[in-house]
Each structure stands twice: as structure tokens, then as C-alpha cells.
């Protein structure tokens, strides 16, 4: 039987995955003893217990009379590494100018500012590009590189990597890094989240469920999300004939239209991207048999008004931003030694609407 933490553990339990979190830096000021006595409904002696505990162990420091601030080995107690103090210029680069990407870079933005990082941002949509903004950062003497590599050249764009290591430039792969490339990354896992978008229609009590994926996507990801569909579909619905329609398949119009009109009661589809609804939608709208359908997908759906219940799975931006940041600045690097490769993965949320 596992012990039950008095107040004072649970505040300083509390207080500790909030500085995992990087809610607070070093030398930011903690929440007041008076704050945590309202929070918790503990006595002042309990919450300054609590205090005095944490600045024994090393993780923060108290000033007469203005309070607790986090200390600046807190990272190296929490994280088994001293805060990279060297880093200060950091070089992103992604390969597409789309939404999602954008996002991503004004949340790095974010993370480079209370970082005191200054950054240069690339845009790369061929390997050469992708050369060329390494050999910027190289030559202009950049400490770090976060990236998301175009996966449409994984097979090729790996001698841009043995570049950066001949350089020992450290960098994180936001994504998950081909298998020929052996590097930090931060990722959701796409397994995870396809089985959980099952299991969502599942639970809204669809008859049948389809996937719908692309050739032309990132094959990593179209691999991972088919392999949690099926997974999803052997564990919920056993019975089921497992559908997927490939969008850029010379017949996929005629076989999707097919299934559709000939189809009977409640229907889910999981997207492999919920950009592909306008394409699948005129198909759709376009059967005759009465049906109820209900679409689920990765990333934001599209702002259009039609008759399925729009469910996503939405990576939260800032986390991944934060994160990347994490790998480069408190989990790693020294130039003069090899570090441990670090894959952070992330769960997906599904979001409603």
C-alpha cells in the first residue's frame, strides 16, 4: 500500500512538477507562503515548512522578506544536467510554409525570448535549401538547430545531417527522425492518437469506421496513424471489415462514392489530415442513401459548415515548442562529449467541437 503524502509533501510535490513543467526559471519568484495556505487549506507553518524543506534540498532560496525564487541548480537536481549557459543562438529551419509550421515558430519565438536566445528562421523545401541554411548556421557559428526536415527527401537529406555532426552542431528534430538519422527529437505519437480517435467513435457508437490517408503525406506518419486505425479497428471492432482509401488513388472517388451509397447507418471516418475533408466532402454529400457520419482527424479542422460533428486531434503547439527548447537548453549538449539520444514523445489530445 502505497504511503499518503501529508500537505506539506503534496505542496512540495506540487511546487517541483510545476519546475519540471518550466513554469518557472531560475530566479523566479514562487508563489507567497499566504498563496499557498489559501491553495492548499494548509496553516502558514505547514506552507513555510514546505518552503524550507525545498531551499534545504537546493531546488530554491528565500530573501528576507521577499519571498522564494527558484535557484539556478534546480535544473541540474531536476534534470541530471547543469542549464546550458553557452546557448545563445539557435537556428530553425521547416519545410513548409503552412499553418501548422507558422504556429510552431511564433511558440519558439515565445520560448526563444524568455530564454534570452536570439534565432534565425529558415523556410527549406528541397535538400539543397535545407544545405544551405546548415552551412548559414555553421558559418555564422550558430550553437544550436531545431528542424523539421522535409520527409519527402528522408532517404537522401541524411548527408545534411553527417554535416552538422562533423560540425558537432547539436540539434532536435521535431518529428519523429527517419531511421537512418540518429538524433533528440520531440514528437506525438501517431499510434497512440489513431487508436484513440477509434475508440472515440467507437464510444459515439459508429457502425463502421474508415480511414482515409495520402500518398504523398509523410510516409512515417501515414504508416504510424494506418497501423492505429488497424489496431484501433482489431480491438473495437473485431468484426469489422477494415477500410482504407488512399486519396490518391487514380479510383479513389469511384470506390469511396461506392462504399457510401451502399452504406447503412452511423459512419466514422478518420482523415489522416482533416485539410482532406473539402476533398472527400462533395463525395459525401453527394450520396443518396440517408446516413449519419461523423469525421474525426489530425490537426485543425477546416472552418466550413456541414453535417458531421468535426472532432480533432490537436497537438498543442506550445508544448511542442517548449519541449524542443527543453532537449536543447537543460537536457543536453556539451560539444566535447556524446550525450544520450532523447526522444521525447508526447500524447495527443483529441478536441471536440
Do not use: W
Amino acid at each position: 500500500m502505497s504511503k499518503i503524502k501529508n500537505k506539506a509533501e503534496q505542496i512540495e510535490e506540487f511546487l517541483l512538477t510545476e519546475l519540471q513543467k518550466r513554469k518557472y526559471k531560475a530566479h523566479d519568484k514562487l508563489p507567497s507562503e499566504t498563496k499557498l495556505c489559501q491553495t492548499f487549506e494548509v496553516s502558514r507553518v505547514t506552507a513555510r515548512r514546505c518552503l524550507h524543506d525545498l531551499a534545504e534540498k537546493g531546488y530554491i532560496y528565500s530573501v528576507k522578506g521577499g519571498g522564494s525564487f527558484v535557484s539556478e541548480k534546480a535544473s541540474e537536481l531536476l534534470y541530471n544536467a547543469p542549464q546550458n549557459n553557452s546557448l545563445k543562438k539557435i537556428g530553425v529551419v521547416f519545410p513548409h510554409k503552412i499553418d501548422f509550421f507558422k504556429n510552431l515558430y511564433q511558440a519558439l519565438q515565445t520560448e526563444f525570448t524568455r530564454s534570452n536566445f536570439s534565432h534565425r528562421f529558415f523556410f527549406s523545401t528541397s535538400i539543397q535549401e535545407e544545405k544551405e541554411a546548415f552551412r548559414f548556421f555553421i558559418r555564422n557559428k550558430y550553437d544550436a538547430i531545431i528542424l523539421s526536415p522535409n520527409r519527402e527527401y528522408f532517404d537522401n537529406n541524411f548527408r545534411n545531417f553527417e554535416m552538422l555532426n562533423r560540425n558537432k552542431i547539436p540539434y532536435v528534430i521535431i518529428g519523429k527522425p527517419p531511421d537512418n538519422i540518429f538524433c533528440n527529437a520531440v514528437y506525438y505519437d501517431d499510434i497512440a492518437g489513431c487508436i484513440a480517435l477509434v475508440r472515440e467513435l467507437y464510444f459515439r457508437k459508429c457502425k463502421q469506421i474508415i480511414h482515409i490517408t495520402s500518398l504523398y503525406c509523410d510516409q512515417e506518419a501515414v504508416k504510424e496513424r494506418r497501423e492505429g486505425y488497424l489496431y484501433g479497428m482489431k480491438k473495437f471492432y473485431p468484426d469489422c471489415e477494415k477500410r482504407i482509401f488512399n486519396i490518391n488513388q487514380d479510383n479513389f472517388q469511384k470506390d469511396l462514392s461506392d462504399f457510401v451509397r451502399s452504406f447503412r447507418g452511423k459512419l466514422g471516418i478518420i482523415l489522416h489530415d482533416n485539410a482532406e475533408y473539402m476533398t472527400i466532402r462533395n463525395i459525401l454529400d453527394a450520396a443518396p442513401s440517408p446516413y449519419e457520419r461523423m469525421v474525426v482527424g489530425f490537426n485543425a479542422p477546416p472552418d466550413v459548415e456541414g453535417k458531421e460533428h468535426i472532432s480533432s486531434i490537436e497537438h498543442n503547439i506550445e508544448y511542442l515548442a517548449q519541449k524542443s527548447v527543453d532537449l536543447l537548453s537543460i537536457r543536453f549538449f556539451s560539444r566535447n562529449s556524446d550525450e544520450e539520444i532523447t526522444h521525447s514523445i508526447l500524447k495527443p489530445q483529441i478536441l471536440l467541437r
